[in-house]
């Protein structure tokens, strides 16, 4: 009978509780996928209708363990960096602005992460009050690993230390904590939608400048080169529309006014005036 698969998934089930109570979620998203094996096995050893809807619902159960142990580890794990991020030095610098907003994110995270985990243990009491036949005392007895690991078998060598009893809390007081919790989630969560829309305006504040600053560096690349085009004049002495000079695209450094190279003096040919003269008039006396 210990042997079977229905006791051996509750035996897992067990286990997977502890693992989850000291963080471990690896162990115990395996605990409650071997214990959703066992359960499909043991559908196999009856043919009672109220029994296999019993295991199926089990079995279920188990397998939505999985997914929620997996987002809680996922949480854990942000906790965890954003207490990293607190616990860090700040380093003042120009990006002070970014540091602060930061800063303030990774408060209201771990501040979030602690409500709900307080939430989840007042909830669990809760559950386990209204389930338990026992007395209250008995109910919300704090839970011992030695006692448990004697049970169960070696589960960590890590956590064996025996926690003290703790005195049993109303269930007035448990809801009226859950409902201060509550509140102070709603708050939270509240600071938390208000920062992300600040930094969605922040957002869309520095897409305009940026589009701003793109219009703004077209406007001046179209008017450097519509200047690059300079009108020269032709042989003629006119100015033709058609004539440009593209000496400014190729060399942008060479000045706009800049002189004409100093020309070299004319030399006037030496003429034999008598000579000519002469011969005109023997041209002239001949006719």
Known sequence: MEASALNQAHLQHRRAEVHLKHRRFSEAIECHRKSAELLSEALNYTQ???????????????????N????????????????????????????????????????LQVAIYRNMEEADSLLGMLMKRGSSGNSDSESLRSF???????????????DNGIIGNKHPKDESVVIEELRTLNEQLHTLVFKLVTQLDASKREVDCLREKVKQLESDKYKVYNKN????????????????PFVFSPCSELSPDVNESRALP????????????????????????GN
């Open 48 to 66: 009672n209708l109220k029994a296999i809807e019993s295991l199926k619902l089990q079995r279920d159960f188990h397998i939505r363990q999985t």
């Open 68 to 107: 929620v142990i997996l987002i809680k580890k996922e949480q854990f794990e942000n906790y965890k960096k954003a207490l990293e991020n607190r616990r860090r030095p700040s380093n003042f610098s120009n990006n002070d602005f970014e540091d602060a907003h930061e800063n303030e994110s990774t408060t």
């Open 144 to 158: 011992s690993t030695t006692d448990t690991d004697e049970k169960l078998g070696p589960l960590d060598t890590l």
């Open 225 to 240: 080169t519509s200047n690059n085009l300079k009108v020269i004049t032709d042989s003629s002495g006119g100015t033709s």
């Open 262 to 285: 100093p020309l070299a003096p004319l030399e006037m040919p030496n003429f034999d005036f008598t000579s000519l003269i002469k011969s005109s008039s023997h041209i002239n006396a």
